[in-house]
C-alpha cells in the first residue's frame, strides 16, 4: 500500500474530529482556507472554541524499531493568544483533547 502523505493524513483526521465533534452535540465551523493557526471552531454553551487538529504520533525507538512514545505537540504564541486548544486523532480514528491554554 502506498504511503499516505502529510497533508493528506491531516485532512483525513480533521474529517474524523468533524464527525466526532458533531457526535458530541457541537456546531462546527470549518476554516476553508487550509492554512493557519485554527483548522476548526466549534460552539460550545454559547462560547467560540478555536481548534487545531493533530494526528497522533509518536517518536520511534531506534533499538526496537518500533513507535513508542507519544509526540505532544505544543501552540504557538498565536494560537495561545487566540485561546485554541487541540483536539488529537489516533491511529484509530479516535478523539482527545490536548492540553489546554489554562493547563499551563
Same mark, same amino acid.
Given at each position: 500500500?502506498?504511503?499516505?502523505? $502529510?497533508?493528506?493524513?491531516?485532512?483525513?483526521?480533521?474529517?474524523?474530529?468533524?464527525?466526532?465533534?458533531?457526535? *458530541?452535540?457541537? *456546531?462546527?465551523?470549518?476554516?476553508?482556507?487550509?492554512?493557519?493557526?485554527?483548522?476548526?471552531?466549534?460552539?460550545?454553551?454559547?462560547?467560540?472554541?478555536?481548534?487545531?487538529?493533530?494526528?497522533?504520533?509518536?517518536?520511534?525507538?531506534?533499538?526496537?524499531?518500533?513507535?513508542?512514545?507519544?509526540?505532544?505537540?505544543?501552540?504557538? *504564541?498565536?494560537?495561545?493568544?487566540?485561546?485554541?486548544?487541540?483536539?488529537?486523532?489516533?491511529?484509530?480514528?479516535?478523539?482527545?483533547?490536548? $492540553?489546554?491554554?489554562?493547563?499551563?
Amino acid at each position: 500500500m502506498a504511503e499516505i502523505s $502529510k497533508s493528506r493524513l491531516g485532512r483525513v483526521a480533521e474529517h474524523y474530529a468533524i464527525q466526532w465533534l458533531l457526535n *458530541q452535540g457541537h *456546531q462546527v465551523f470549518y476554516n476553508v482556507h487550509h492554512t493557519g493557526p485554527i483548522d476548526l471552531i466549534i460552539l460550545e454553551d454559547e462560547k467560540l472554541i478555536p481548534i487545531d487538529v493533530k494526528t497522533e504520533s509518536h517518536r520511534k525507538n531506534k533499538n526496537l524499531k518500533e513507535y513508542q512514545t507519544k509526540i505532544f505537540r505544543s501552540l504557538t *504564541q498565536r494560537q495561545k493568544k487566540l485561546g485554541v486548544r487541540i483536539l488529537y486523532v489516533d491511529i484509530n480514528n479516535k478523539c482527545y483533547w490536548g $492540553k489546554s491554554v489554562k493547563d499551563d
